[in-house]
């Protein structure tokens, strides 16, 4: 039987997501961050335009970006320097697994499969799924660098070795040629 309440419970905990800060920006100088929200939010996006350019499928790709963060809201958001010492994917796999556990079938079946799929990098999807939430993060430290922060430029540098697909790598070039406000300018 459907639990309503535990439906409620995790779309409350979701809400978390706007709260938390990407943390690992911080080391370039950034003092107010963008949420795991509104980096799900664009990366979802990407995704979706990533898979189409890449003949994978947008939807999959968009849901994987979408959720695969979420157990964040539990263990936190790792940078880079932390993830020298210690492993938190263990216990974001955990987190994700108890978050989801609680939901109907066959969405909570759906939501640990995508992860698990995302997390081990097998697939088409999972390449185009971790490009587009690479990609955002790039996106996102172009706007720091445009706003004097300079140290995000390592950021970027740091995505660009990263990224598997030809679409994500042309679509980075182009973003270092693009100022953030050239869209509305």
Known sequence: MTSYKKIVHFVFELSNLKKFKHCGIKFAGVENPD???EHAARAAQIAY???DLEHADPYKC??????????EIRTGDQHKISSKYFDIKKYEQAAFKD??????APTNSTFSDLHTEFEEQKTKESHVSRDADMLETAFQAKEYLDNGYKTAKLWIES???KLKTSSAK???KEMEKTHFTDWWT
């Open 62 to 71: 968009s849901l994987m970006t979408l959720i695969h963060d979420n157990g």
């Open 49 to 51: 335009i990533l898979a």
């Open 159 to 161: 995505v660009k070795q």
């Open 99 to 104: 978050q989801t556990n609680n939901l109907p």
């Open 170 to 172: 042309k679509i980075l």
């Open 35 to 37: 949420s795991l929200a």
